[in-house]
């Protein structure tokens, strides 16, 4: 097993200044960096990470906190963290909150009494005011998909432009001549994708239709609901946007089983392009949210955070784009692409 002083020896220098370089504590020549770093390559030597945290007075571990992993959207942005914090020889500590503040609220102090170096925190994870409080204990901290809150303008915040997200659906369904939209929400959480909605109806000389606003929450039964009362209308709608692939694909279930067909009775968008979407019957048209890019960025920001390198709280809005599919493309659906 390859030791700090066969690196040292390799370099020709001592085994303290490998660990200056190792740890950036103190000082070094860009010479002798060069000279040190080529020896640790050299030689495939993989610094002890426990006594590497303890001279850096780290622990070299970021906490995720997720709301649940039953939604593929949160799965990938797991993956993705892990694999850019092992990129930086830190681990993730992933915790689960099943949509509960209270829960929220009780992982975060665990975390924080474990002494990881920073957290990301992922909408609908924990209560605003418990974040919140976690960053004014000095604990830096990155949250994700929240610009729904005000209160987390005081954050660094990585998200999606979700009201670009609304605006995209809802013009495909208005190009393709829907003037009837409907549209399934959670609120709060999703409010910037109704403000799209509502902005792109606007814009078209339509002024939204509250009957045609329908609640959700985010799961496949509430679309399956939601489309139910919406089919129940004297006038339903031609076309629904669905703010989540999952609420998407329930409403595409609803309106089958009332034997309409899609797209050609009722046309159906959904939001974050889950792996689902494209294996739905018909496929799903969908606003594509490029989750791997947010959650790389957000682990980027904290790991800057933590080395004191970025200082002013910001928003990051990475931009989604639509995938169009048959479930809202007659010419795709005939034509069998």
Request: proline share 6%; glycine share 6%; net charge negative.
């Amino acid at each position: 097993m390859t030791t700090i002083a066969d690196v040292a020896r390799r370099a020709g220098v001592t085994a303290a200044t490998v660990s200056n370089v190792i740890t950036q504590r103190v000082p070094v020549s860009a010479k002798t960096r060069d000279r040190v770093l080529k020896a640790i390559a050299e030689l495939d030597y993989r610094p002890n990470l426990v006594a590497r945290g303890l001279a850096l007075g780290k622990t070299l571990t970021l906490a995720l906190v997720v709301p649940t992993l039953t939604n593929p959207y949160f799965a990938e942005v797991v993956e993705e963290v892990a694999r850019v914090t092992d990129q930086h020889d830190y681990q993730m500590l992933l915790s689960m909150t099943h949509n509960h503040a209270d829960e929220g609220r009780r992982h975060l102090a665990r975390m924080a009494s474990r002494r990881v170096d920073g957290f990301i925190v992922m909408g609908m994870a924990a209560d605003t005011s418990d974040v919140v409080a976690l960053m004014q204990q000095d604990h830096p901290v990155v949250v994700c998909m929240w610009n729904h809150d005000p209160r987390l303008q005081l954050l660094p915040v990585v998200d999606i432009d979700f009201r670009l997200a609304g605006e995209l659906a809802t013009r495909h369904l208005l190009e393709w001549g829907h003037r009837r939209i409907a549209i399934i929400v959670e609120e709060p959480v999703q409010h910037s994708r109704l403000q799209g909605y509502q902005m792109a109806l606007l814009e078209a000389g339509i002024v939204p239709d509250p009957v045609y606003i329908r609640p959700g929450d985010s799961s496949f039964a509430s679309g399956y609901q939601a489309a139910l009362d919406l089919l129940a209308l004297p006038h339903r709608p031609t076309a629904i946007f669905a703010c989540n692939d999952w609420m998407a694909l329930g409403a595409m279930e609803a309106v089958e089983r009332h034997g309409l067909a899609i797209p050609g009775d009722m046309a159906i968008v959904g939001v974050d392009d889950i792996a689902q979407a494209a294996y739905a019957h018909p496929p799903l048209t969908t606003v594509s949210t490029p989750r791997r890019e947010v959650a790389r960025a957000a682990t980027e920001l904290l790991l800057r955070l933590i080395d004191h390198s970025e200082q002013e709280p910001y928003m990051t809005l990475v931009r989604p784009h639509l995938v169009v599919r048959h479930s809202t493309d007659v010419a795709l659906r005939r034509s069998g692409e």
